[in-house]
């Protein structure tokens, strides 16, 4: 059974940061493209940030700068370190996993505001 588990939301002031972790289990972790999706209310849902298993990543403009993906694969996770966050951030983050099959993480909220 497949399974992506995001922790680290919450709720931050603008400026703040927040680092998400998403921990997989069930797949052949080190095949799969990990990335970090995100949909605010009445928003379709939009790639944050990804990372091959060749190391590539690919990341939102708007977030460039600010937000770093990484990964551990002898750990099976995937971590999102978000800094200056603005209130346009605000969303719930989904893990994402994608080789043959694209799998997804329950998602987690983080809320930006003052």
């Known amino acids: 059974q497949v399974q992506l588990v995001e922790s680290g939301g919450g709720s931050v002031q603008p400026g703040g940061s927040l680092r998400l972790s998403c921990a997989a289990s069930g797949i052949n972790f080190n095949i799969h493209t990990m990335g970090w999706y995100r949909q605010a209310p009445g928003k379709q849902r939009e790639l944050v940030a990804s990372l091959s298993t060749a190391g590539n990543s690919n990341y939102l403009d708007s977030v460039k700068g600010r937000f770093t993906i990484s990964r551990d694969n002898a750990k099976n996770t995937v971590t999102l370190q978000m800094n200056s966050l603005k209130p346009e951030d605000t969303a719930v983050y989904y893990c994402?996993?994608?080789?043959?099959?694209?799998?997804w993480g329950q998602g987690t909220q983080v809320t930006v505001s003052s």
């Open positions: 994402n996993a994608r080789w043959l099959s694209t799998y």
